[in-house]
T-cell receptor
């Protein structure tokens, strides 16, 4: 069964304190791994898609990496505006179009 | 482009009432999805559609129905609302890039059933 687990559930950082969020997955053939950002009361906002182990993508202070079993979202020198819930999802080769989501990591960055 | 739009934003229903959640996209995407999000539970797929006239069940379809008569619209129907259907509902649509479908989400509908 395809499964996604994110850790930690919640993370509090001081502004400028770098850290990483983890997304562990089991899937029968990975078509893609997705990272989304979700602000309170809003829909998920697409950040990255990773397709194969070893791939990395960056956007401002965020960098996503992928191995065969997990993905990391590295946040470098975060700012308060990076506070949000970060969602990880996988799409398997056997379930075209369907995403399996993790529970999310809620990040709070204090000034 | 407006992207994915959803109406209404908020709704309170009484047990047993019915309603339709509206979803529209203007990106000419073939794939559309309905998810529900409960606190601490992540997003669960209710129904999805791969094109006009084609729909299929997701992980949690009981108590819901969908139709897809056009590429742009994908309404979700709740019949005989129950308290267990209290949730936030998100519609999404997708395009295909490199074989993986990037889904774009609407702003959501917050539904309370009392």
């Amino acid at each position: 069964e395809d499964q996604v687990t994110q850790s930690p559930e919640a993370l509090r950082l001081q502004e400028g304190e770098s850290s990483s969020l983890n997304c562990s997955y089991t899937v029968s053939g990975l078509r893609g791994l997705f990272w989304y950002r979700q602000d309170p009361g809003k829909g998920p906002e697409f950040l990255f898609t990773l397709y194969s182990a070893g791939e990395e993508k960056e956007k401002e202070r965020l960098k996503a990496t992928l191995t065969k079993k997990e993905s990391f979202l590295h946040i470098t020198a975060p700012k308060p505006e990076d506070s949000a819930t970060y969602l990880c999802a996988v799409q398997s080769s056997s379930n075209t179009g369907k995403l399996i989501f993790g529970q999310g990591t809620t990040l709070q960055v204090k000034p | 482009n407006a992207g994915v739009t959803q109406t209404p934003k908020f709704r309170i229903l009484k047990i047993g009432q019915s309603m339709t959640l509206q979803c529209a996209q203007d990106m000419n995407h073939n794939y559309m999805y309905w998810y529900r999000q409960d606190p601490g539970m992540g997003l669960k797929l209710i129904y999805y559609s791969v094109g006009a006239g084609i729909t299929d069940k997701g992980e949690v379809p009981n108590g819901y129905n969908v139709s897809r008569s056009t590429t742009e619209d994908f309404p979700l129907r709740l019949e005989l609302a129950a308290p267990s259907q209290t949730s936030v509902y998100f519609c999404a649509s997708s395009t295909t890039a490199k074989g993986a479908d990037t889904q774009y989400f609407g702003p959501g509908t917050r539904l309370t059933v009392l």
